[in-house]
């Protein structure tokens, strides 16, 4: 290895019971050294992703993973350039997106690593619109919600990495878009640049049976609800639900601080399902991933265009990352929440 590199890592220490915040992370300093194996490369991160599921992964039982193990570095996705590589298919300044999480450099196997193009994206979408993200809003959308022309789909988290991008695909696909999102900046972004029918502020209503009552005169009743955050805002689509409505479960995010079963306890207002013969369908990123070529094809014409507006909200340093991962369930993000270091 040409240079010593003074490493920074955040190290996941102990389970949340509620909020996560830095006391479950320690920072450690550390340097990495040493010959390079054959097809490995240093990675400089440059964009951190911070994400709900994290929180999920957090909990101690199972969910759709084993829990995230305690004393190792906090998993997620990086986008970051090559800094020294002994592989044949990496250069020194080539961009690339990785699992190599909080910390400012990685050794990385080749294999381990896509290549990503300055040219055609900004590099950061990788997280985003052209990452996990936008590949959950695609087949999430188009697979369980089964958007036809002229039905009207609503959104929950709509201002966020996932809805943002469902609102749209929904609109592309002919849908009345209705969004529900938290506070006025968010609306205005909703109707603004997203182009929106209506947006809905949830923070404005307090109780679910008061967000039905703007719901009923905003949708008209609902042939597909994707939803991101379950709980009050979701007891409150469902009676909207329309002859053969599809409901899709993306996130839960309003039920990740507790234990996951309170007080959520189950699927709440299921004679709705029975009326209206529904289907309520959850859908996980990961099962689309050998898809994601499909994906790419399909939405990055549109993000190069600027018929896709994807949002981005920057925090800036790598010593915020904890408090970036807090600030989703506070609802601080427009679109995808990255940490730039
Ligand atoms: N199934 C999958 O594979 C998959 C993949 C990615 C994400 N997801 C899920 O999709 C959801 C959105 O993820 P994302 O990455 O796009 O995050 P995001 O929407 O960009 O950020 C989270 C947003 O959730 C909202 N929120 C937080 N606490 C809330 C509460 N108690 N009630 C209502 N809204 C709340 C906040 O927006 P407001 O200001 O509007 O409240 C916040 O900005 C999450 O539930 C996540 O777990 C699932």
Redesign the pocket.
């Known amino acids: 290895m040409n240079a010593p590199y003074s490493n920074r890592q955040w190290f996941y220490v102990k389970r949340p019971t509620s909020r996560v915040g830095s006391e479950h992370y320690e920072l450690r300093e550390s340097e990495i050294s040493g010959p390079l194996a054959a097809n490995e490369v240093v990675v400089r991160a440059r964009y951190i992703s911070v994400?709900?599921?994290i929180r999920?992964q957090q909990h101690e039982r199972n969910t759709y993973d084993v829990p995230h193990p305690l004393g190792i570095v906090q998993r997620s996705g990086v986008v970051g350039e090559v800094v020294e590589s002994a592989s044949p298919l990496f250069a020194k300044g080539d961009w690339v997106s990785a699992y190599s999480g909080w910390q400012l450099y990685a050794r990385c196997h080749q294999s381990e690593l896509t290549k990503l193009d300055p040219a055609s994206a900004p590099v950061s979408t990788a997280l985003g619109v052209l990452g996990?993200?936008g590949r959950?809003a695609w087949f999430?959308l188009m697979e369980a919600g089964r958007p036809r022309p002229g039905d009207t789909l609503v959104v929950s988290?709509a201002?966020?990495?996932?809805?943002s991008l469902v609102a749209q695909f929904g609109k592309k696909a002919g849908c009345k878009v209705v969004g529900i999102?938290?506070?006025p900046d968010?609306c205005r972004f909703l109707l603004d640049e997203l182009k929106l029918d209506r947006a809905v502020d949830?923070r404005e209503h307090k109780t679910h049976k008061d967000l039905t009552s703007t719901l009923i005169e905003a949708t008209g009743g609902v042939d597909v609800y994707f939803d991101?955050?379950g709980?009050p805002?979701t007891d409150a689509v469902i009676p909207l639900i329309k002859r053969r409505a599809r409901i899709v479960i993306?996130?839960?995010?309003?039920q990740y601080d507790g234990g996951l079963d309170t007080p959520d306890m189950g699927p709440r207002f299921l004679q709705h399902m029975l009326f209206q013969r529904a289907t309520i369908q959850g859908?996980?990123?990961?099962d689309y991933i050998n898809r994601m070529d499909e994906m790419v094809a399909q939405v990055a014409p549109w993000v190069k265009s600027g018929e896709i507006v994807f949002k981005e909200t920057f925090v800036d340093g790598f010593e915020q990352l904890p408090a970036a991962l807090n600030s989703?369930?506070e609802?601080?993000?427009i679109?995808?929440?990255l940490v730039r270091v």
């Open positions: 994400d709900p599921y999920i996990m993200p959950i999430g988290g201002a966020g990495a996932v809805g999102a938290g506070g968010k949830y991101n955050v709980g805002i993306c996130g839960a995010i309003s859908v996980l990123a990961r989703l369930f609802g601080g993000n679109g995808k929440l």
